[in-house]
T-cell receptor
Framework: EADIYQTPRYLVIGTGKKITLECSQTMGHDKMYWYQQDPGMELHLIHYSYGVNSTEKGDLSSESTVSRIRTEHFPLTLESARPSHTSQYLC???????????????FGNGTRLTVT | AQKITQTQPGMFVQEKEAVTLDCTYDTSDQSYGLFWYKQPSSGEMIFLIYQGSYDEQNATEGRYSLNFQKARKSANLVISASQLGDSAMYFCAMRERFRNAGNMLTFGGGTRLMVKP
């Protein structure tokens, strides 16, 4: 069953448009993450959050921004989409209390973004 | 330097046979965790198995087992009795203690496994 939801699943949009990728989880997890993945390639962390009002940039520089106003919601926004933003964006969450032990990230199904 | 290296971009295996997917890692931490994820063509990431650096036994989960060789810094995934549904990308990932507060994972480049009928 899917406890972390991403919408839209696919998005094709023109250059210069503002877009928001939605991510919601129903597990009450404090930590949430955004990864960017080009087709057939590794995942790169672009944003993460420890909890409400906490956002940090990840290892890979990204022109996107995120917000965390509610525990369950972690949207990603691109103010002006460009073809270089074409990629898959994966949202994930994990439980803060499990950070020292076996605690896999729970991933959403991803959003495949194409900017024309 | 690469933190996680998966040297096999693609592999074929005959249905019902076993296959080993390689993963080597680089860390100076004593406490870390290693994960394997499966990514079908639909794109979602499915958690398969976890190995902690202090775990004495190799992890097993059903048909998945982890051949953990700490001194060699390798954590190879073994899939026994391959099934057609195992065809997917497989990613090895590591969580290091110094980044533990964020539970962030560093991923390898992946191996595409194709199971032949």
């Amino acid at each position: 069953e899917a406890d972390i939801y991403q919408t839209p699943r696919y998005l094709v949009i023109g250059t210069g448009k503002k877009i928001t990728l939605e991510c919601s989880q129903t597990m009450g997890h404090d930590k949430m993450y955004w990864y960017q993945q080009d087709p057939g390639m590794e995942l790169h962390l672009i944003h993460y959050s420890y909890g409400v009002n906490s956002t940090e940039k990840g290892d890979l520089s990204s022109e996107s921004t995120v917000s965390r106003i509610r525990t369950e919601h972690f949207p990603l926004t691109l103010e002006s989409a460009r073809p270089s933003h074409t990629s898959q964006y994966l949202c994930a969450s994990s439980d803060l209390r499990d950070s020292l032990r076996h605690s896999p990230l729970h991933f959403g199904n991803g959003t495949r973004l194409t900017v024309t | 330097a690469q933190k996680i290296t998966q040297t096999q971009p693609g592999m074929f295996v005959q249905e019902k046979e076993a296959v080993t997917l390689d993963c080597t890692y680089d860390t100076s931490d004593q406490s870390y965790g290693l994960f394997w994820y499966k990514q079908p063509s639909s794109g979602e990431m499915i958690f398969l198995i976890y190995q902690g650096s202090y775990d004495e036994q190799n992890a097993t989960e059903g048909r998945y087992s982890l051949n953990f060789q700490k001194a060699r810094k390798s954590a190879n995934l073994v899939i026994s009795a391959s099934q057609l549904g195992d065809s997917a990308m497989y990613f090895c990932a590591m969580r290091e203690r110094f980044r533990n507060a964020g539970n962030m994972l560093t991923f390898g480049g992946g191996t595409r496994l194709m199971v032949k009928p």
